[in-house]
């Protein structure tokens, strides 16, 4: 037995451990948001490409066997994919799983949350990148503001926390909305995160002048609460990604992948919808699980195959740098 495989947990060459899973379970969404997917011409997946919940609970138990105790549901729409909850049944059932969570773009959330809750999600990001309606549709191309927003009370109602609002701006679009977000997050429960517009797929519009950096962000909110943002989480040396208002009230999140990329304490993988094992958002190169699955490959033979592929994981992206090449499958297909 060789280094890589005499321990149950994965680890990169790089000396990272994995342990958390972000699934797609589907590459087809309602919406179109600008930053994610192009407005017309997407092509979806056949059904069958897809991997069934019977062979994705059989990946989470190979995984689980390897220490992947966070699970993230994602897509694509995940909530687009029928009877969703099923799957959460059959991985909520797994012991070893300790974090299973869903990021969806919330349209379907107020027909879905009793049954979801029920079948044992207790975590939910929802994509909400702006607080006003008009704005809403020209990030996401669709009217559905009012629509999400009776699936955040939905999930609210059930006490399904923490909320956490996923919230990409884009300079020049939805910048302006900082101090309101600031607002909610003091006025309510919810978490708001903000995720740097990265540039993924061939037609998200993306340049490094529409970003805005964490670091804007926090000076903006301060400035307009009057309060300092003081972090509540480190990742060892690096900048903290979860912060506080200085008084206990409002709590803000920064996923900075542009502006302070956190590869070197990367923990995650991703299983595409199509079951292709990915090592980072920007891989170049994917680990094909379902054509193993079904060409009645052992767990073993599956197991070796993952430990193979994290080993070889990435040291970094390089967004924005020499060398960065842009990976083609959008957010979308890839499962954000
Ligand atoms: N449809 C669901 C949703 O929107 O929440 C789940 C899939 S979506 C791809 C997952 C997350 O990726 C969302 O929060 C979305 O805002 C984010 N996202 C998509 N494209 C992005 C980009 N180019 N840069 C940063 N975040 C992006
Ligand atoms: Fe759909 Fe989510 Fe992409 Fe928006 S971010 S187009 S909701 S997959």
């Known amino acids: 037995m060789n280094r890589k495989t005499e321990t149950k947990i994965l680890k990169d060459s790089f000396g990272r451990v994995v342990n958390n899973l972000r699934i ?3 590459d087809r969404c309602n919406f179109r948001c600008r930053y994610c997917m192009p407005e017309e011409g997407m092509v979806w ?7 069934s919940y019977e062979e994705i609970a059989s990946l989470v138990h190979i995984f689980a066997g390897l220490g992947v105790n966070k699970i993230r549901l994602t897509g694509g729409e995940p909530l687009m994919r029928k009877d969703l909850y099923l799957l959460v049944e059959k991985i909520a059932r797994n012991a070893r799983i300790q974090d299973l ?17 029920k079948a044992g999600l207790r975590r939910v990001n929802i ?3 702006s607080l006003d309606a008009a704005k809403f549709k020209l990030m996401t191309r669709r009217d559905y503001y009012n629509k999400v927003w009776e699936g955040i009370e939905a999930v609210e109602t059930l006490g399904i926390r923490p909320i956490k609002l996923n919230v990409v701006l884009i300079r020049g679009i939805n910048d302006d909305e900082i101090p309101k977000f600031a607002q909610l997050a003091r006025l309510k429960s919810y978490v708001i995160r ?10 998200d519009g993306w340049t490094i002048e529409k970003v805005v950096p964490s670091n804007e962000v ?3 909110m301060e ?4 309060k300092k943002l003081v972090p509540i989480e480190y990742h060892g040396a690096q900048p903290a990604d979860r912060y506080r208002f200085e008084d206990g009230v409002g709590e803000i999140g920064f996923i900075s992948s542009v502006s302070e990329p956190f590869c070197d304490h990367c923990n995650r993988v991703r299983i595409t919808s199509d079951g292709k094992l990915r090592t980072c958002l920007f891989s170049l190169a994917e680990t094909d699980l379902k054509s193993l699955l ?5 767990d073993d033979e599956i197991t070796a195959r993952i430990v193979d592929a994290v080993w070889k994981k990435e040291e970094g992206h390089l967004i924005n740098r020499p060398g960065f090449v842009r990976p083609e499958r959008t957010m979308s297909q890839i499962g954000g």
């Open 194 to 203: 903000f995720i740097e517009f990265m540039p993924i797929g061939s037609d």
């Open 24 to 26: 797609s379970v589907t």
């Open 127 to 129: 994509s909400l990148d």
């Open 45 to 51: 997946l056949d059904k069958s490409e897809l991997l």
């Open 101 to 117: 969570a869903l990021t969806t773009n919330g349209f379907f959330l107020a027909d879905q949350a009793l049954n979801l809750y």
């Open 294 to 298: 079904r060409g009645g490959a052992s």
């Open 223 to 226: 400035g307009h609460i009057g």
């Open 218 to 220: 926090i000076k903006t």
